[in-house]
């Protein structure tokens, strides 16, 4: 029987810095680091909030996401208001970060919910998003999700 009341706990990603990413991590997103440990060659940090694991990360990558590998599709973080989008954006683009659409973007043809798309510092594909305020912003991909294929 399947689990009646079912939540994603926390995530794990694979990095090749683990002080680049932890940097980048904490910066865009305001996690604390809540724990983390190295021996040699590898190491990992907790990142959360308010003592609550969100994400971990592990240095044990030898290159760069593969978005042609299975596995991760793309890490996505809600937030309330249209407004928090924004103002990661604006982070962002401080960070010279690489974005897979110009601005916010609606998740699809008169979708309510929207936000930006982009890479952390190894590619991998993430995305920041408000449920609700992107109906009039137009779709950056026609019928296709705007979190598809970037």
Do not use: K
């Not at 060659?41 to 592990?58: I, K, Q």
């Not at 590998?69 to 809600?78: I, K, R």
């Not at 604006?90 to 973007?105: I, M, N, P, Y």
């Not at 912003?137 to 979190?147: F, T, Y």
């Amino acid at each position: 029987m399947a689990p009646t009341d079912l939540a994603t706990g926390h995530v794990g990603l694979n990095v090749t810095d683990l002080a680049r990413s932890r940097a980048f991590y904490t910066r865009v997103f305001g996690f604390e680091v809540l724990g983390e440990g190295s021996e040699e060659g590898r190491g990992f940090a907790f990142l959360g909030r308010a003592g609550r694991l969100v994400l971990t990360l592990w240095q044990q990558a030898r290159g760069p996401f593969d978005r042609t590998a299975s596995g991760l599709h793309h890490l996505s973080f809600e937030v309330g208001t249209l407004e928090e989008v924004r103002a990661a954006e604006r982070e962002l683009r401080e960070l010279s970060v690489e974005f897979a659409h110009d601005g916010v973007v609606p998740h699809g043809e008169g979708a309510s919910s929207g936000g930006i798309f982009f890479h952390d510092p190894d590619g991998i594909r993430l995305e920041i998003y408000a449920p609700a305020g992107a109906e009039s912003l137009p779709a950056p991909a026609g019928g296709a999700p705007a979190c598809g294929f970037f």
